[in-house]
């Protein structure tokens, strides 16, 4: 069930609670991703000190983990995350887009190009070769962005095959698994999670209109037989498609949001981390939104930039999942309310402050089992030179804090009337840190 509390006057924005089984989730909210059943790095009792509200697991990496005899016996996500707040998981069918075209063209979450020998080289040697590697990386997605236009891939992709009743997965040994809509469900229904979400088929930014188009049908007729089949009372939400054409996510926004789902997720693989832009993100959902009903939460998927945060909020969405705030904490960029800092750089090696003066998050406050103090940015920078595991889980327990506290903030701003104000002010103390 979802309640809307607070209604902006200027924008879309709106607090709302989607109350579940395991409790409440208070939006807008940062959905943290643990994609097979744990959240990397993160011990289940490091959780409650992160203030995270809701987890999403990945139905496809759990199937393939768990197999069939597996989830006959599982016990239940919960259970087996040891974890008693709501839970989320997804299709299965983003595997269709990463495992697919993504793969096919050589690139990874990130809109990231894989790395070659070398440069896996120097990500392992830490110090200034991970700082280099970041440059190269996001280099390498500006470079995606001006040419993902120009990329034609096969009409489906090489390592899955698409069909109209479901999708088959190849792996390395070339044997197929298959995956349709009644399947999907009755996985996640096995997991039981207490947010489930309908088969789709995302798109690559690279592929035609007809394609897009094609796999919007399927989306669609995946959409009515996961409802067809679903046997539980989880919520679950219908996903919107239909990529970069603004009449295809009309109709598709249209169709998905006359069908009986508990809520609804926008697809977003057209979005500036797969060789998009922000534009493109905005331009997409300004075109599904106001076919949506407005009394049913909206989630989008895999963005969670603070920028695109605030306006994704303005525009009415009221829950976001990402791995910014885990995959970047393992590598040592740490988020701040003045942006980024990465921990390798040497500036940090005598820095004897904690990450961010007057964050709350247990790190910076010494709120630790045998800690009498906070951790230091240089405590945290030697732990990630001795490639001390207690560093990707110190990082992660404070990324995972900023951004639920960011939305915290949020909400706090959209409750007092004062979001375009709040908006106006963080964004421009980011735009600033930048420029220094």
Known sequence: MFKINKQDNLTNARTGRIETPHGIVETPAYVIVGTHGEVRTLEPE?????????????????????????????????AYMRWSGPLMTDSGGFQVFSLGFLKDQGMRRGGQMGKGKSEERGAKSGGKSEERRVKIEERITDISREFSSLITPPSSPSSVRVTESGVYFSNEAGEEHYLDAETSIKIQEQLGADIIVAFDEPTSPAVDREYTAAAMARTHNWAERSLEAKESKQQIYGVVQGGAFEDLRQKSARFIGALPFDGFAIGSTYGDAYGGTKAQTADMLNWSLPYLPVNKPRHLFGVGRIEDLFAGVELGIDTFDCVIPTREARHGRLWTSQGHIDIAKAVHATDGEPIELGCGCPVCTGQLENKDSWVSKAELRQLFENKDTQAGRLATIHNVFFFNNLMAQIRQAIQTG???????????????????
């Open 418 to 436: 004062t979001f375009s104000g709040f908006q106006r002010e963080y964004l421009a103390r980011l735009r600033s840190a930048k420029r220094e």
């Open 46 to 78: 490091d959780l409650p000190g992160t203030d995270t509200q809701l987890i999403i697991a990945n139905t496809y990496h759990l199937w393939q983990m768990l197999g069939e005899e597996g989830l006959n016996d599982f016990l239940g996500l919960h």
